[in-house]
């Protein structure tokens, strides 16, 4: 981590001549690139795989499952449909899983994988290269798709300020491309098309690591750990995409404190994608990271029963289909503990080294600055584009459950860079 605060701060160095002061933040979403013609839905995703699946094959040199069915016949499927659809009857996967992909990912059976292959050590060898292969698969094509995208259209073109900095959720050059921002300005916080190891897909319900017990028990147990790794590796890890985040604000010699707007151009703040939103509405209030120290430090992450009720966790949440209990919600307080007590260290640590790098302390503001910070009340105010009716009502319930006050809601990214232009 040093080593990248430190390689961050030498190109900050480089440009603070060409520094402006930003206090506008910019989320772009899909909705914004389909908003410019481009074909980025998860559908379209789905018709690429299905499409490109063979040659995804032969290029990975992966073999295809070849199956036979009472009902179609003759059948071939991928290590994809197998880990995440049903092994013991393969068919193309359905619209549950591609309707919400990265979602899906998090969405694999353990039980039914499990005895699918069986527990003997050439079993297990089996489901994981399986699984293994699926993620590869999915990945290929995914970094495929994203480097295939191009506008059909381009809307009227808006000027973006030279106080706006940006989150850009695509993979996408379109604001570079067709709205002149300048790339020093924008921060693909998932990766870029142009850069296959830098993509980033998921879900974010399993940013820890999995329990080693788990391989050392052997049999079913160490099926079990393959699907936690599985889940593990295609967490997105929202909390590392933030410390980026900030990197790249402090780059721009800016802290979320200094921002007094933020506009949301096609983002549907999914489930994915809440844990930066309610990030950015606590950051730009002065609370950059809450000290989770605190509240675990009395726990010991290798106490017994503490152990014994990750394990549980793991093993009750096998199933896709699992229904939640006071004891189901036991044990994901213990894993949550023992991932907030490891995180929590980090947070204080990169804020000190962030700030101290940087030379900006929030709790001294430069009383030259008429935008300091500490003289700003009530954070910044929201302004969010909705696509639905649907999407207009969980904004809404979102920004009441950050304890946001200062929100407004429109029916389109017209609508909303329009109030850009003209603030209310």
């Known amino acids: 981590m040093k080593k990248l605060i430190l390689r961050i701060n030498i190109?900050?160095?480089?440009?603070?001549?060409?520094?402006?002061?930003?206090?506008?933040?910019?989320?772009?979403?899909?909705?914004?690139?389909?908003?410019?013609?481009?074909?980025?839905?998860?559908?379209?995703?789905?018709?690429?795989?299905?499409?490109?699946?063979?040659?995804?094959?032969?290029?990975?040199?992966?073999?295809?499952?070849?199956?036979?069915?009472?009902k179609t016949g003759r059948i071939i499927v991928t290590d994809v449909e197998i880990v995440y659809g049903n092994p013991f009857d393969p068919a193309e996967l359905g619209n549950d899983f591609w309707g919400d992909f990265e979602t899906s990912l998090a969405n694999i059976d353990a039980d039914m994988l499990n005895f699918f292959f069986g527990k003997e050590e050439s079993d297990?060898?089996?489901?994981?290269?399986?699984?293994?292969?699926?993620?590869?698969i999915l990945r290929e094509a995914f970094c495929g798709w994203v480097s295939s995208l191009s506008p059909r259209k381009r809307n009227k073109a808006f000027d973006?300020?030279?106080?706006?900095?940006?989150?850009?959720?695509?993979?996408?050059?379109?604001?570079?491309?067709?709205?002149?921002?300048?790339?020093?300005?924008?921060?693909?916080i998932h990766g870029e098309a142009v850069d296959k190891k830098s993509i980033i897909f998921g879900h974010?319900?399993?940013?820890?690591?999995?329990?080693?017990?788990?391989?050392?028990?052997?049999?079913?147990?160490?099926?079990?750990?393959?699907?936690?790794?599985?889940?593990?590796?295609?967490?997105?890890?929202?909390?590392?995409?933030?410390?980026?985040?900030?990197?790249?604000?402090?780059?721009?010699?800016?802290f979320p404190?200094?921002?007094?707007?933020?506009?949301?151009?096609?983002?549907?703040?999914?489930l994915p994608d809440v844990a930066y939103f309610s990030f950015l509405e606590n950051a730009v209030n002065g609370n950059l990271f809450t000290e989770e120290a605190e509240k675990h430090k009395k726990v010991d992450p290798d106490d017994l029963e503490e152990l014994d009720l990750r394990l549980q966790y793991a093993i009750s949440h096998s199933k896709t289909n699992r229904v939640l209990s006071e004891e189901t919600a036991a044990e994901q307080d213990a894993v949550n503990r023992r991932y907030g007590l490891e995180k929590a260290a980090m947070?204080?640590?990169?804020?000190?080294?962030?700030?101290?790098?940087?030379?900006?302390?929030?709790?001294?503001?430069?009383?030259?600055?008429?935008?300091c910070v500490l003289e700003k009340p009530g954070g910044a105010t929201w302004h969010i584009s909705c696509y639905s009716d649907r999407d207009r009502k969980w904004a809404d319930a979102l920004m009441q459950e950050f304890g946001c006050s200062s929100y407004h809601l429109y029916s389109s990214i017209d609508e909303c860079l329009a109030a850009m232009k003209n603030p209310l």
């Open 11 to 70: 190109m900050y160095y480089k440009r603070k001549k060409e520094y402006y002061e930003k206090d506008t933040l910019v989320i772009i979403g899909n909705g914004f690139d389909l908003w410019q013609g481009i074909s980025s839905g998860y559908s379209d995703f789905r018709k690429y795989y299905l499409s490109h699946r063979d040659s995804i094959l032969k290029r990975l040199h992966i073999s295809p499952k070849e199956y036979y069915s009472d």
């Open 124 to 136: 297990l060898r089996r489901m994981k290269k399986s699984i293994r292969n699926a993620n590869r």
């Open 160 to 188: 973006f300020g030279d106080n706006c900095v940006f989150i850009n959720f695509n993979y996408t050059d379109t604001l570079v491309r067709y709205f002149n921002v300048d790339p020093m300005n924008e921060f693909h």
């Open 204 to 254: 974010p319900f399993h940013p820890q690591i999995p329990e080693p017990m788990l391989y050392n028990l052997g049999g079913r147990f160490r099926g079990l750990f393959w699907v936690e790794k599985a889940r593990f590796e295609t967490d997105k890890h929202v909390d590392d995409n933030i410390k980026y985040l900030c990197l790249f604000l402090a780059h721009q010699g800016i």
């Open 257 to 270: 404190e200094m921002i007094t707007n933020i506009y949301v151009l096609g983002h549907s703040m999914s």
């Open 347 to 371: 947070d204080v640590e990169f804020d000190r080294l962030t700030r101290k790098i940087f030379g900006i302390d929030s709790k001294a503001p430069d009383p030259a600055k008429e935008t």
